[in-house]
């Protein structure tokens, strides 16, 4: 599932060759990638610095393809007005702050580094990438921003 999201992630990222009819598909399919982050997206606070969960890392996946198709106009007016994606994104983002104090912050890159020695874990960069969507599901998007 990870290697799909990922072919998925560079295909929507290449704007440049995706034809009228696959932007039509990534739409049909945006709403059943925000089902399921809206779904799997607490299990990512199960991680430690020592610890992968392949849902986890699924649930990761999903939010960098999401935050890929709100960069696109054409699937973003779609996925701002889903239900419930603004809402799960922001309290994510604060069960994580909160996760970060407790514990080995994983989700910043900046308290991810130890002495000389940066943690690669896949985990580094989610808090960012769910700013990234809450800041693109508000883009020119009163109701959005005032939820907010």
Same mark, same amino acid.
């Given at each position: 599932?990870?290697?799909?999201?990922?072919?998925?992630?560079?295909?929507?990222?290449?704007?440049?060759?995706?034809?009228?009819?696959?932007? &039509?598909?990534?739409?049909?399919?945006? #709403?059943?990638?925000?089902?399921?982050?809206?779904?799997?997206?607490?299990?990512?606070?199960?991680?430690?610095?020592?610890?992968?969960?392949?849902?986890?890392?699924?649930?990761?996946?999903?939010?960098?393809?999401?935050?890929?198709?709100?960069?696109? &106009?054409?699937?973003?007016?779609?996925?701002?007005?889903?239900?419930?994606?603004?809402?799960?994104?922001?309290?994510?983002?604060?069960?994580?702050?909160?996760?970060?104090?407790?514990?080995?912050?994983?989700?910043?890159?900046?308290?991810?580094?130890?002495?000389?020695?940066?943690?690669?874990?896949?985990?580094?960069?989610?808090?960012?990438?769910?700013?990234?969507?809450?800041?693109?599901?508000? #883009?020119? &998007?009163?109701?959005?921003?005032?939820?907010?």
């Amino acid at each position: 599932r990870v290697t799909f999201l990922e072919l998925m992630m560079v295909k929507v990222s290449d704007k440049n060759s995706v034809t009228s009819e696959e932007v &039509n598909v990534f739409v049909r399919h945006a #709403y059943f990638l925000a089902v399921c982050f809206q779904e799997k997206c607490r299990g990512v606070l199960k991680l430690t610095a020592d610890m992968e969960d392949e849902e986890a890392l699924v649930t990761i996946r999903l939010l960098d393809v999401l935050c890929e198709m709100t960069s696109n &106009n054409s699937q973003l007016e779609r996925l701002q007005a889903f239900p419930g994606l603004l809402e799960i994104a922001v309290d994510t983002l604060r069960l994580t702050h909160l996760a970060g104090k407790q514990a080995v912050n994983i989700f910043t890159a900046t308290h991810a580094v130890t002495g000389q020695e940066e943690i690669s874990h896949p985990a580094v960069g989610f808090k960012s990438h769910l700013i990234r969507l809450i800041g693109n599901l508000c #883009y020119k &998007n009163k109701e959005n921003q005032d939820k907010v």
